[in-house]
């Protein structure tokens, strides 16, 4: 690659993406944003179930897998997330964070992506989900 630095490409953690969008929502209000069926479907897809406890495994009907990581209300949800076809899991965190009383971001990051191609389809995956949720608001 002639020493040209590939975007998105890390020596810890592979190919990664982050995208985010600050809403006029208070932190509790994004977090419920995220966290509602409506969100979570919007966000991983249909699953039969999703609590957000650590531990709890799921399979989407698109065919995504994973396992809860962490939880901490209010401020952010780790879990391995893998599509199927993929060689391993990538580690999904989706955070939201106060900027003010009134404003919050919401943000994906997710890491241990396979390939540049795979980064540039999650990237846009991601913003999709943001504008869905701006949509709801």
Not at 42 to 56: A, C, E, N, R, Y
Not at 98 to 120: A, C, G, M, V, W
Request: no cysteine; aromatic share 8%; glycine share 8%.
């Amino acid at each position: 690659m002639n020493g040209e630095k590939v975007v998105g490409l890390t020596q810890s953690a592979g190919f990664q993406v982050g995208v985010r969008k600050t809403f006029p929502l208070r932190v509790e209000e994004a977090w419920e944003l995220v966290t509602t069926a409506k969100g979570i479907e919007i966000w991983l897809g249909k699953v039969d179930s999703f609590p957000l406890q650590i531990g709890h495994s799921f399979h989407t009907d698109e065919g995504i897998s994973g396992d809860i990581r962490v939880v901490n209300q209010h401020q952010n949800i780790r879990m391995n997330w893998k599509k199927e076809g993929w060689p391993r899991a990538s580690i999904l965190q989706i955070r939201t964070i106060s900027q003010d009383s009134l404003k919050s971001t919401i943000s994906f990051h997710q890491e241990h992506l396979p390939n540049l191609e795979e980064r540039d389809e999650m990237k846009k995956r991601w913003e999709q989900v943001l504008n869905s949720f701006k949509a709801m608001i």
